[in-house]
């Protein structure tokens, strides 16, 4: 995210994916032509309890971002994937299922680690009633990994004309927000909401969704809530929790779990010179659900 707190010269660009053209003689991990990815990160410390446990994304010294990061090799700060080159430690290059399509896979070293990895912490399985709230870039991925992970999902929405694409998607069922009596036919049944929203919003109808000890797991909004009432908490031992993005072995195992069960994005590809026009069609919520930049317009 390009704020207030940004480097500049700002080059963005953090979900990549190419093919190897070229290897040193100490690679070990990759050869010539595989299909791999760069993900929100590029290095980290390797040396703390969190990279020990394979939780770069949380490394206590900061992991380094793909932009905008400190760049502990050449100085300043990293610059991403619209660059013309950029450094990443080796272990930190992803291997792309080849049954993939992979202009459609780039989304998923983002979007798609950021919802799979809560799904995957909170062990989801089969008959587990999962709502995703939100139907986006990342609430469009959370209903193909639930849906794929066996459970019952439901797609929870203000927007009624969004139906028809949550059920293409996989889910089993679309919950309005905003119908109170259907919200009270649901009260108490989850065991588990995937929360996508991306900004300030009113938690408690959502909460009053869970069942006992279940939790609701926050990824989108970065930034205050509306006041949450504790009692929505105590009453039924509920947890509202938090994720970011997953590690390199996780992140892995996501992209793994993709090619088994032949999930991408759904994606727009676009060329360098349309850049200005999409950002506009972001704004605009016009995008189903992610673009991808093909740089080799840039040739």
């Given at each position: 995210m390009i704020g207030k707190n940004s480097k500049y010269p700002v080059v963005p660009g953090h979900e990549i994916v190419g093919r190897v053209v070229a290897v040193?003689?100490?690679?070990?991990?990759?050869?010539?032509?595989?299909?791999?990815?760069?993900?929100c990160m590029v290095d980290s410390c390797q040396e703390c309890s969190a990279?020990?446990?394979?939780?770069?994304?949380?490394?206590?010294?900061?992991?380094?971002?793909?932009?905008?990061?400190?760049?502990?090799?050449?100085?300043?700060?990293?610059?991403?994937?619209?660059?013309?080159?950029?450094?990443?430690?080796?272990?930190?290059?992803?291997?792309?299922?080849?049954?993939?399509?992979?202009?459609?896979?780039?989304?998923?070293?983002?979007?798609g680690i950021t919802t799979y990895s809560?799904?995957?912490?909170?062990?989801?399985?089969?008959g587990d009633k999962v709502g995703v709230i939100g139907l986006g870039g990342l609430g469009h991925m959370g209903i193909k990994f639930a849906d794929a992970m066996g459970a019952h999902v439901v797609m929870i929405t203000t927007s009624p004309e969004k139906a028809?694409?949550?059920?293409?998607?996989?889910?089993?069922?679309v919950l309005i927000s905003k119908d109170e009596d259907a919200m009270k036919k649901h009260a108490g049944s989850f065991d588990f909401l995937l929360?996508?929203?991306?900004?300030?919003?009113?938690?408690?109808?959502?909460?009053?969704?869970?069942?006992?000890?279940?939790?609701?797991?926050?990824?989108?909004?970065?930034?205050?809530?509306?006041?949450m009432h504790g009692g929505n908490l105590i009453i039924g031992r509920k947890s509202i929790a938090g994720?970011?993005?997953?590690?390199?072995?996780?992140?892995?195992?996501?992209?793994?779990?993709?090619?088994?069960?032949?999930?991408?994005s759904d994606i727009e590809l676009i060329d360098i010179d349309t850049i200005n026009t999409a950002y506009q069609r972001v704004k605009d919520s016009d995008v189903k659900y992610r673009f991808v930049i093909d740089m080799e317009s840039l040739n």
């Open positions: 040193g003689k100490d690679v070990k991990n990759h050869k010539k032509d595989d299909l791999v990815g760069v993900g990279c020990k446990d394979d939780l770069e994304q949380f490394c206590e010294k900061g992991m380094v971002a793909t932009y905008n990061g400190k760049d502990k090799h050449m100085g300043g700060h990293t610059f991403g994937g619209y660059s013309e080159m950029i450094i990443v430690r080796e272990e930190f290059v992803l291997s792309v299922p080849k049954n993939l399509d992979e202009k459609a896979v780039a989304p998923l070293l983002c979007a809560p799904l995957a912490h909170w062990k989801i399985k089969k028809g694409d949550a059920k293409s998607l996989g889910a089993d069922e929360n996508t929203v991306p900004v300030k919003h009113d938690v408690n109808p959502y909460l009053q969704l869970l069942k006992r000890d279940s939790t609701m797991v926050m990824v989108g909004a970065i930034e205050p809530l509306e006041p994720s970011l993005i997953g590690g390199i072995k996780e992140t892995q195992e996501m992209l793994d779990f993709c090619g088994e069960h032949n999930i991408v």
